[in-house]
């Protein structure tokens, strides 16, 4: 089984950072990509950022885009959303999303259980 966890959510004012990281465990072999959703309370969830396992290419929408950064750590199968400049639109349960195969070459795409984000003064 693989599962993906993430953390770094919390309250933090207009203009604040954050840092959320969302760590995958469990029989994987690689990734093709991880990603990063948001959804606001009455909202439909979004897409907020991308980033290839292997090439590290990225893409970020363009709400985010020179505020938001995604990297990712390899060697802990690891993925992290810098958050700068945060404001109170940014408000919302923030989701990692991975894609990849295991071990045994079954391919998988899994959500972590999210970690909420709240901007507000």
């Known amino acids: 089984q693989v599962h993906l966890a993430e953390s770094g959510g919390g309250l933090v004012q207009p203009g604040g950072s954050l840092r959320l990281s969302c760590v995958a465990s469990?029989?994987?072999?690689?990734?093709?990509?991880m990603r990063w959703f948001r959804q606001a309370p009455a909202k439909e969830r979004e897409f907020v950022a991308s980033?290839?396992?292997?090439?590290?290419?990225?893409n970020v929408a363009d709400s985010v885009k020179g505020r938001f950064t995604i990297s990712r750590d390899r060697s802990k199968n690891t993925v992290y959303l810098q958050m700068n400049s945060l404001k109170p639109e940014d408000t919302a349960v923030y989701y990692c999303?991975?894609?990849?195969?295991?071990?045994?070459?079954?391919?998988?795409?899994?959500w972590g259980q999210g970690t909420q984000v709240t901007v507000s003064s």
């Open positions: 999303s991975a894609e990849g195969w295991t071990t045994t070459s079954a391919t998988f795409t899994i």
């Open positions: 469990g029989t994987i072999a690689s990734f093709y990509a």
């Open positions: 980033i290839t396992w292997t090439t590290s290419i990225t």
